[in-house]
């Protein structure tokens, strides 16, 4: 069955340390995206994808990026990791009319010491 | 961008109870979907409904797109239904992005 993963699933990392966030789909699916969850906020978009060497930013990407060098991957870079990303980060994927469903991954928490 | 307002924030419900929740947005969809995110942290696709009604046993949902909200029915609420329900959609014209709504904390007690 195709599916979307995520990980590490937990990762608690220092402040000013570059993490990398992996994400995975086998749905062949061509937009990809990044959302990071926190009380009160709920999710918001960080970045995504309409395919391979698209990107693009969404509301809160300071402090993030990304790179799609293939249909399936969409890692999600933390340059210096501060605090304020202590976050549940969430990857979701789409097809190509984007008119369909949006499956979600697991999640990674996050704790930035 | 487009809002996603969801009511009632917060729901407690005993075993058994029917409840409705509902989503409204500001502007027109070309997606709407409603996700459960249980105790855990996942989130599970409830429906994909940008207009219509859709039932899958014990839940069921309704969206007007032209009065642009849409209403998810639990009956007969068990305890594992309780966590956050989330409706998000992607705005018309748009992008393909979703906008989540904040949710509703449902707790249903045995």
């Known amino acids: 069955d195709a599916e979307i993963t995520q990980s590490p699933r937990h990762k608690i990392t220092e402040t000013g340390r570059q993490v990398t966030l992996a994400c995975h789909q086998t749905w062949n699916h061509n937009n990809m995206f990044w959302y990071r969850q926190d009380l009160g906020h709920g999710l918001r978009l960080i970045h995504y994808s309409y395919g391979v060497h698209d990107t693009n930013k969404g509301e809160v990407s300071d402090g993030y990026s990304v790179s799609r060098s293939n249909t399936e991957d969409l890692p999600l870079t933390l340059e210096s990791a501060a605090s304020s990303q202590t976050s549940v980060y969430f990857c979701?994927?789409?097809?190509?009319?984007?008119?369909?469903?949006?499956?979600f991954g697991p999640g990674t928490r996050l704790l930035v010491l | 961008g487009i809002q996603v307002e969801q009511s009632p924030p917060d729901l407690i419900l005993q075993e058994g109870a029917n409840s409705t929740l509902r989503c409204n947005f500001s502007?027109?969809?070309?997606?709407l979907q409603w996700f459960h995110q249980n105790p855990w942290g996942q989130l599970i696709n409830l429906f994909y409904?940008?207009?219509g009604t859709k039932q899958n046993g014990r839940l069921s949902a309704t969206t007007v797109a032209t009065e642009r909200y849409s209403l998810l029915y639990i009956s007969s609420s068990q305890t594992t239904d309780s966590g956050v329900y989330f409706c998000a959609v992607v705005g018309g014209g748009s992008n393909y992005k979703l906008t989540f709504g904040k949710g509703t904390l449902l707790t249903v007690n045995p």
């Open positions: 409904i940008p207009s």
């Open positions: 979701a994927s789409s097809d190509q009319t984007g008119l369909e469903t949006q499956y």
């Open positions: 502007d027109s969809v070309n997606n």
